[in-house]
């Protein structure tokens, strides 16, 4: 594995930063609550856009 690390802590690190990233963006959407029915008429412009 890269730079000698075995491959079960590789795997343990992958699993943790994986689980941090999630857990971070899951905190932020939490926080910030986005409203996502509307999303600022982005769903309209999308569906319009779409042949």
Known sequence: M????PFAT???MFAASLLAMC???EVVHRYY????????GLTTR???RRP
């Open 46 to 48: 999308v569906q319009s």
């Open 2 to 5: 890269p730079a000698g690390v």
């Open 23 to 25: 857990a971070g963006a």
């Open 10 to 12: 590789y795997l343990k």
């Open 33 to 40: 609550r986005p409203d996502l029915v509307s999303a600022g």
